[in-house]
Structures are given as structure tokens and as C-alpha cells.
């Protein structure tokens, strides 16, 4: 099983992919939403929160991937969103028929340490960190490209007027979930009552999602967990200088600086 899973995911970064995704991509309706999102960037603890307030149902990894699918598995996903949207998710980077959505965008630091972890849980990487946060940089470590480039492919979409987007940052929303949830319900146009927000919020913290994976292991929780510590800004503690030296020097430090990240090797940030 584990080696047919890595031959998977080596298929899944080559040229076969394309044709994939297009056809991944048909049936969307102009009414559906999107939570777009690099991979490890908080996505599925929205969709729980999401979910809860949405559907108004209890969350579990089994209704939750129902309810708010992938993007292809959406032809029979539940109308969420006024007008019979269906609201889904993707990793890709933005596309053309991506009209409404939401992106979750989180520091690419704390991305690289998180999708590392769970890397390693799956077996598609070593344990040498010096060695994978170089080819993170280069977008060769999954099948979405580098983080940059993504984060760069939503940004441009939205100042050149491509999509109505929502840029919401995982520390915000990890800061203060009900001010940011209501933020996203509002641009979703779903009005509820803030208490409703409130339990989404309870329901879903870090212990009741792990709980939740309890429940229903998922691929990394054999040897590791999928539902990690949601930190932020734990890369200082585990960035070496030389780590941080090399992110400088690459293109994401003018990406975390366009999304209003802390520089390399500043210590303290607060986020409102």
C-alpha cells in the first residue's frame, strides 16, 4: 500500500495530471463558491466550522468531505450557497472558472514545517529538512506547484479584477474565528445568528478535531496526524539561520511580504 501510494504521488506532479484536472473541472455551476487554498494552510478546519454553520449538522471527516467536496467530486454535493450553489474545495492554483471563492492563505514557514510533518507521515519524504525546504521553495514536493507561485496566481487574479475573492490569512482566522467567519459568511451572503458561529467555533477546536480524527483516522494518522497544532509562527522556533537565509533569498519573501507576513528573522508579530 505505501508503495503504490508513493507511485501515485510521483504520477500526480508529471505531465499526466493536466488532462485530470480539466476534467475535474467540468460541471461547475455559476452559483458554486470555492476555498481555495495551498495545501496545510487551514483548509479543512474552515470547511468543519463551515460545515456546521452551513448544513447545520454535527462535523465528522465523512460529511464534511460531502458536504464541501473536492473539486470533481462536486457533481453531487449539497447546495450550500444562495441560489443552489454548491461551495467546494481546491488546491489548485487559481483558474479562470474560479468566479467566487475564498482563499485561505497561510505563512509559508509554518506551510513547509506542517506539510513536511505530514509528508513524512505518508513516507513521500525523508527526514532531512535541509534537503526538502529547497525543493518546497522550487514546487516540487506535491502536485500544486511551489507556494509562491500560488499564492501569486490568487493575488494577481484578484488585482486584475479576474474573480471576487475573499484573501483571508489562517492567523486571522485562528486569532479571531468568529470575527472571520463572519466575514467569510457575509461575503458568501448567508446570514445566521452569531451564537450559531459561536458553537462552530467550540465544536472544532484543536482537541474536538482531534478527537474527530480519532474517530476516523485519516491517511497520516497511522504515523503521525493529519490534524496537526495549527501553529502560528512556529517556524522560529525551528528555522535555522541558514534556513532562514535561504527563504530570504527566494521568491517567497516578496510573496509573504505582498500578503503582510513578518520579514525573515523578525521575532514578533501580532496580527488584528
Not at 525546504?133 to 486584475?160: C, I, K, Y
Not at 533569498?249 to 516578496?254: F, H, N, R, T
Request: net charge positive; charged share 30%.
Amino acid at each position: 500500500m505505501a508503495t503504490l501510494r508513493r507511485i501515485r504521488h510521483r504520477l500526480s506532479k508529471s505531465a499526466l495530471r493536466k488532462p485530470l484536472v480539466w476534467a475535474r473541472h467540468r460541471g461547475l455551476g455559476r452559483a458554486d463558491g470555492f476555498i481555495g487554498s495551498y495545501p496545510r494552510s487551514g483548509s479543512t478546519w474552515l470547511r468543519f466550522q463551515l460545515v456546521e454553520i452551513l448544513a447545520g449538522q454535527a462535523t465528522g471527516f465523512a460529511n464534511v468531505n460531502q458536504l464541501i467536496p473536492d473539486v470533481g467530486d462536486h457533481q453531487n454535493a449539497v447546495a450550500l450557497l444562495p441560489d443552489g450553489g454548491h461551495l467546494i474545495k481546491t488546491h489548485e492554483p487559481y483558474r479562470f472558472s474560479y468566479k467566487k471563492a475564498i482563499y485561505l492563505v497561510r505563512d509559508a514557514r509554518d506551510v513547509v514545517l506542517s506539510e513536511f510533518a505530514y509528508q513524512k507521515a505518508l513516507g513521500f519524504a525523508e527526514d532531512d529538512f535541509d534537503k526538502y525546504l529547497p525543493r518546497f521553495l522550487r514546487g516540487e514536493v506535491n502536485p500544486f506547484g511551489s507556494w509562491t507561485a500560488h499564492v501569486n496566481s490568487w493575488m494577481d487574479a484578484v488585482d486584475n479584477g479576474w474573480t471576487k475573492t475573499l484573501v483571508v490569512r489562517f492567523e486571522d482566522l485562528r486569532h479571531d474565528p468568529e470575527k472571520y467567519l463572519g466575514r467569510i459568511l457575509d461575503f458568501l451572503e448567508v446570514r445566521v445568528e452569531r451564537a450559531r458561529i459561536r458553537e462552530a467555533v467550540e465544536n472544532n477546536s484543536l482537541e474536538r478535531m482531534r478527537d474527530k480524527e480519532r474517530t476516523a483516522p485519516q491517511r497520516a494518522s497511522a504515523k503521525g496526524r493529519f490534524i496537526r497544532s495549527g501553529t502560528v509562527g512556529g517556524w522560529r522556533e525551528s528555522f535555522t539561520e541558514s534556513q532562514m537565509r535561504l527563504l530570504q533569498e527566494s521568491s517567497a519573501a516578496a510573496a509573504l511580504a505582498r500578503l503582510g507576513y513578518p520579514a525573515v528573522g523578525l521575532r514578533e508579530k501580532e496580527f488584528a
